[in-house]
T-cell receptor, first 115, second 114 residues
Framework: NAGVMQNPRHLVRRRGQEARLRCSPM?????VYWYRQLPEEGLKFMVY????????ESGMPKERFSAEFPKEGPSILRIQQVVRGDSAAYFC?????????????FGQGTRLTVV | KQEVTQIPAALSVPEGENLVLNCSFT??????LQWFRQDPGKGLTSLLL?????REQTSGRLNASLDKSSGRSTLYIAASQPGDSATYLC?????????????FGKGTKLTVNP
């Protein structure tokens, strides 16, 4: 059973470009979470999704950021018109059920560098 | 608002020593607490998950305890090895009735010297 798969592992974008980060949850997991880790900071929650539904996006910046988890395929975190401050490690986690009851498993992360 | 603090921020010990990492949280109404390990440039590896009804969990040389009423958890590592060198993160599960997000501390960076 493969773990949570994220790609790409490293992504370099110029200011103003779009970044698309992908996350395939573990087999049998229907809950996906995105977190961001800024340099010297802890992981911060961004968004929680189930298939075709955004459940909680309270941690997402109001502009330029969006997330989806379609019926088929991976979850996508999309950042439009990237700026230097978006440079960070973005982690995806998945769980079989709600985190209140089950363990969350994390991917290796995508390290975004904006130049 | 839940806040998680980990002390110390960094710890350096000689190989073979037993050590304790501390985690405190401000809102005791939690469902669970999870300890993770993060190696440089890598993802998070789940170490132990303690449900709010439990007092401790053990896995090999690791033992995690939870005192919900005082808002504290400890991760005990026995007979430390150089391979244990990593950043250890504590994450608190959602409060009753809250959202599903985990709230993380900033971590304790552990170095075990041969």
């Amino acid at each position: 059973n493969a773990g949570v798969m994220q790609n790409p592992r490293h992504l370099v974008r110029r200011r103003g470009q779009e970044a698309r980060l992908r996350c395939s949850p573990m087999k049998g997991h229907s809950h996906v979470y995105w977190y961001r880790q800024l340099p010297e900071e802890g992981l911060k929650f961004m968004v929680y999704l189930q298939k075709e539904n955004i459940i909680d996006e309270s941690g997402m910046p109001k502009e330029r950021f969006s997330a989806e988890f379609p019926k088929e395929g991976p979850s996508i975190l999309r950042i439009q018109q990237v700026v230097r401050g978006d440079s960070a490690a973005y982690f995806c986690a998945s769980s079989r059920g709600q985190t209140m009851n089950t363990e969350a498993f994390f991917g290796q992360g995508t390290r975004l560098t904006v130049v | 608002k839940q806040e998680v603090t980990q002390i110390p921020a960094a710890l350096s010990v000689p190989e073979g020593e037993n050590l304790v990492l501390n985690c405190s949280f401000t809102d005791s109404a939690i469902y669970n607490l999870q300890w993770f390990r993060q190696d440089p440039g890598k993802g998070l590896t789940s170490l132990l998950l303690i449900q709010s009804s439990q007092r401790e969990q053990t896995s090999g040389r690791l033992n995690a305890s939870l005192d919900k009423s005082s808002g504290r958890s400890t991760l005990y590592i026995a007979a430390s090895q150089p391979g244990d060198s990593a950043t250890y993160l504590c994450a608190v599960g959602p409060p009753q009735g809250g959202s599903e997000k985990l709230v993380f501390g900033k971590g304790t960076k552990l170095t075990v010297n041969p």
